[in-house]
């Protein structure tokens, strides 16, 4: 039986096959020999892309971090620039992945930095892509920077246009008896109404409708372009407002809606590669967390206190000091607020500016504002120390630079804004908080003795009189005076033309640009170009970048002022904010002349 089985199974072969082969050693005429053994195939190796990945999220403040462990668990604006910058150079990345978080609160400068520097990624020809889940506006404009938008089938997109809100107090200061009797010089100057009215004066909702309608404009011509739409279009989708990741895919403002867990698939289809490899923590600096041991205590220790000395700017090369103005300016020292809001101390910063004018290796001075204003002597104080600075002065304009935020800009060589700036504000306040009806409400009683016609004119007992009033006007009329003056002369125009300029009037820096109040539109990369460039230094030549002031060390946090808003606004949104106001007011109130613009103008 096993013997038929075989000879079936034979047959069978035979059938199949056909004609036996020759014999291997025996070759039809004329034929060649063919090759008994064929050789493998190599196997294609996968391609694969380093694509790194940004998670945006919270602030990213400007200024320079506290050095050592807690300036490291901290990014700052110019940090995040910076690795993005990195990744455009690197032959080794070949895109970027960048997540939005809905916990991204930016302002328009920082969303311009932001669009520029990965507009100079997708300039060296590597594909940007961005995925949103909830996005409003702001998250918005950072991904129409990308190539390709991709949003969570379940997200939403909100874009409801702009508005500029201001919160009033005098309701409340009125049930608690407490009245700030506010002087000023500019029809538009506004910084002390949210304290003396209930709603905005019709010079200040002119001033501040300018500036949103503005800044819609340039939205709807900003996703226009990034979208390949016409401006129409656009402003018919922000009439609309609100869609759903499918409404937002059918208008055409997103490309793709996916799951986290498609994205790698769906990213190598766009880079055109078999497997995609996300790098998460692209340059950002790691920190060793083995303290065990006396050698670990040491370590710790040393990182606290602000890491090796041997990490200082060199003394040999030359180099581009860039300054840093964040905040309320104030006379004496950079301190941080009982709410950890940065202030600009007039000594720091000037110490800062006599710094860099006497290190010979600086060749050129970047100065980064992002302040409101604050005291009228700071800002002169801080705007002397620019002018009398032999080297190019480039300033640059972040968020806001209002009021003594301008005046500090005026003395420099050149002057960029971003499109958003909020900027301008040439006009002075004074004023003082007057508590004598609350302290009486509460049973609390002053006796005086007093000498001199205005010895009252600081009192927080009552409001000014008509003596005193008088006064005060004529030392704001003069330093109004002053400021319009150094303005025109900073910028090349008569007294009369830059006074109707100024008036207290906040502008846009796109606004500003055409009003000849800035030089040009450009980020902070783009001032540190024009550094390089008044200083000599070839374009593509690196330069080493002295930050000033030097960071709070570990020591000085610790020991400071501390912080309670973020505390406030857990428990009551909004409370913290308003509290940080007022504490900032109180605070310049001490000077007897400012330069403020509106204590919070918020544009959405």
Not at 307 to 314: I, R
Not at 413 to 418: D, E, G, N, P, Y
Not at 548 to 576: K, T, V
């Amino acid at each position: 039986m096993r013997h038929v089985c075989r000879f079936a199974l034979a047959a069978i072969t035979v059938c199949l096959i056909g004609e036996p082969l020759p014999a291997a050693d025996k070759k039809p005429d004329g034929a060649k020999p063919q090759a008994t053994k064929q050789e493998p195939q190599k196997k294609k190796e996968p391609t694969t892309a380093n694509v790194v990945e940004f998670t945006l999220r919270g602030e990213y403040p400007e200024g320079p971090m506290a050095g050592g462990i807690f300036g490291d668990l901290q990014t700052s604006l110019r940090t995040l620039v910076d690795r993005i910058d990195s990744a455009a150079a690197d032959s080794d990345v070949k895109g970027l992945l960048v997540r939005i978080d809905p916990q991204l609160e930016i302002g328009r400068g920082k969303v311009h930095e932001l669009r520029e520097a990965l507009g100079r990624v997708r300039k060296t020809g590597k594909p940007v892509v961005a995925l949103l889940g909830s996005a409003e506006t702001t998250h918005y404009l950072v991904a129409a920077a990308c190539d390709q938008i991709y949003m969570a089938p379940s997200g939403a997109l909100l874009l409801p246009g702009v508005r500029a809100e201001m919160t009033f107090y005098k309701g409340l200061m009125d049930k608690l008896g407490v009245e700030f009797d506010v002087l000023q010089q500019g029809k538009f100057k506004g910084a002390g109404e949210p304290f003396t009215r209930a709603s905005m004066s019709p010079p200040l909702r002119e001033s501040v409708d300018a500036v949103v309608d503005d800044t819609y404009q340039r939205l709807a011509v900003t996703v226009a372009r990034d979208r390949k739409m016409e401006d129409y279009r656009v402003k018919t989708l922000i009439d609309q407002g609100i869609f759903s990741a499918a409404g937002a895919l059918e208008a055409g403002l997103v490309d793709h809606l996916l799951y986290a867990d498609q994205l790698e698939d769906s990213l190598a289809r766009q880079f055109k590669v078999d497997k995609i490899k996300l790098v998460t923590n692209y340059k950002k600096k790691k920190l060793d967390t083995d303290f065990s041991g006396l050698g670990g205590m040491m370590k710790l220790m040393e990182m606290m206190l602000g890491g090796k000395s041997g990490e200082a700017a060199s003394t040999q090369k030359k180099k581009i000091a860039l300054v840093y103005a964040v905040g309320p300016i104030s006379e004496g020292k950079s301190t941080p607020d009982m709410f950890g809001t940065s202030v600009v101390g007039s000594s720091n910063l000037t110490a800062a500016l006599r710094k860099a004018a006497d290190d010979a290796t600086v060749k050129a001075v970047v100065l980064r504002i992002d302040s409101p204003g604050g005291s009228a002597v700071a800002s002169d104080l801080i705007w002397r120390e620019i002018v009398r600075m032999r080297k190019p002065v480039i300033a640059s304009m972040g968020d806001v630079a209002g009021s003594g935020g301008y005046y500090i800009a005026m003395g420099a060589t050149k002057i960029l804004a971003t499109p958003d700036t909020v900027t301008g504000s040439i006009g002075v306040i004074g004023g003082k908080m007057v508590l004598g009806k609350l302290l009486s409400k509460i049973g609390v009683s002053t006796d005086v003795v007093c000498r001199g016609k205005n010895c009252a004119s600081m009192s927080s007992q009552s409001p000014f009189s008509e003596s005193e009033r008088k006064a005060w006007t004529r030392l704001l009329e003069e330093t109004y005076r002053q400021f319009v003056g150094k303005a025109a002369q900073g910028r090349k125009m008569s007294y009369q033309d830059l006074e109707k300029l100024a008036q207290g009037r906040i502008y846009t820096g796109r606004m500003a640009q055409r009003l000849r109040l800035v030089d040009g539109l450009g980020s902070l990369h783009d001032a540190i170009a024009e550094a390089k460039k008044a200083a000599g230094f070839k374009p593509d030549e690196k330069v080493e970048v002295l930050v000033l002031p030097q960071p709070r060390s570990f020591l000085e946090a610790l020991f400071g002022d501390q912080a309670i808003g973020g505390d406030l606004e857990s428990l009551a949104p909004g409370l913290g904010q308003a509290l940080r106001q007022v504490a900032q007011l109180q605070r310049l109130l001490s000077e007897p002349v400012l330069m403020l613009m509106p204590m919070r103008i918020t544009i959405k």
